[in-house]
Structure formats: structure tokens, C-alpha cells
């Protein structure tokens, strides 16, 4: 048996290998972003993603973290963070499966298979519920609005400032919005 840190180099490899555009965060592989299209014959197809991938230093037994960067309408995906609501990702992973079964399974059947009884995002999954023309006109108008090929690029861009800031939370403590610098306008 390959140690997780032999297993994790090997997931990430394969990842890169595949059709996927895979950038790596902070030169190293236990941050990744992943380009993510949105599965043909569904009201996504044509959007693009980035993912963005955290690898538990005990990956392959604990999940990874996953994460939209770019805004996407669904009721299983947090509007403002991005966090993703996937029982097999969250509840019932298992060390049988790798990275791209993420993106090549996983996510798809989240997007084609929403689960609106357990949202995380609520108006996405009350407007599923009442009315599917106008949930599937509102998924659309952000597809359009933020999940185009050449918006991907901008997010690469904006977020490069964001890195940063992480960088320097990295004792894992959060900080309050009071912690800002005077002068530097809220986001």
C-alpha cells in the first residue's frame, strides 16, 4: 500500500494529466484550482468553474475541500462562499475514490441531480421548488454573468490579492472585518 503522500502526488498527476486545466496554489499540490465545465444537455452547459481543491494532509482517507470561486445558482452551493453540499464528499468518502471522480462524477450529478431539500443555498432551492422555468432562467443568467471562458481569466486576476491575505491568516484564526486596514474599501 502507497503512503497518502505517494497517493496524493499520483491523484493530482492523474488530474493534471486529463483534460482538465489544473493550476497549482502556492506552488505546491495540496492547493489546487481545477477547471470545471458544465455538464453537456444540462441548464449549466456552457459555464465554466474554477474549483478550488484542499487536500487534507490525510488525503486519501479524509476528503478533500471543495469550493466554487466563481458564482454559480444551485441550491447544494453557498452563493457567497462556494462551499459545496455533497453527501459523498462531506459524509461518505472513501480512499477508493480520487480526484477525478470528483470532476468527473461527483460534480456533474450535483449539478444535473440538484437536491433542493437540503440547500445551502435556500432562494435557489425555494425557487426550484415553485417554479423550475424561472430556477432554470436564473441559472442561465449567471452562467452568462459569471461562468463564461473569458471571465475565467479575470478571476485568476482579482484573486491574486486574496492569496495574499490568506497567507498572512495563516495561524487559522479568523479575523473580524474591524481587522481591515483604514482606507481599504470592503469587497
Request: with cysteine; hydrophobic share 30%; aromatic share 8%.
Given at each position: 500500500m502507497s503512503s497518502p503522500c505517494k497517493r496524493r502526488e499520483m491523484d493530482v498527476m492523474k488530474l493534471m494529466m486529463s483534460d482538465y486545466s489544473v493550476e497549482p496554489i502556492n506552488d505546491g499540490i495540496n492547493e489546487?484550482?481545477?477547471?470545471?465545465?458544465?455538464p453537456k444537455e444540462s441548464v449549466y452547459e456552457g459555464g465554466v468553474w474554477k474549483i478550488r481543491v484542499e487536500l487534507p494532509d490525510a488525503y486519501p482517507y479524509k476528503s478533500p475541500s471543495?469550493?466554487?470561486?466563481?458564482?454559480?445558482?444551485?441550491?447544494?452551493?453557498?452563493?457567497?462562499?462556494?462551499?459545496?453540499?455533497?453527501?459523498?464528499?462531506?459524509?461518505t468518502w472513501s480512499p477508493m475514490f480520487d480526484l477525478l471522480n470528483i470532476f468527473e462524477v461527483f460534480l456533474p450529478q450535483l449539478l444535473l441531480y440538484p437536491n433542493p431539500s437540503d440547500p445551502l443555498n435556500g432562494d435557489a432551492a425555494s425557487l426550484m421548488m415553485k417554479d423550475q422555468k424561472?430556477?432554470?432562467?436564473?441559472?442561465?443568467?449567471?452562467?452568462?454573468?459569471?461562468a463564461k471562458e473569458e471571465n475565467i481569466s479575470n478571476i485568476n486576476l482579482e484573486?491574486?490579492?486574496?492569496?495574499?491575505?490568506?497567507?498572512?491568516?495563516?495561524?487559522?484564526?479568523?479575523?473580524?472585518?474591524?481587522?481591515?486596514?483604514?482606507?481599504?474599501?470592503?469587497?
Open positions: 489546487l484550482k481545477v477547471e470545471f465545465h458544465g471543495i469550493g466554487f470561486v466563481n458564482k454559480i445558482f444551485h441550491p447544494n452551493v453557498d452563493e457567497l462562499s462556494g462551499s459545496v453540499c455533497l453527501d459523498v464528499i462531506n459524509q424561472q430556477y432554470e432562467q436564473r441559472v442561465k443568467e449567471y452562467c452568462e454573468r459569471y484573486e491574486s490579492d486574496d492569496d495574499i491575505s490568506n497567507e498572512d491568516i495563516s495561524d487559522g484564526q479568523s479575523t473580524s472585518s474591524d481587522d481591515n486596514i483604514a482606507g481599504v474599501a470592503d469587497p
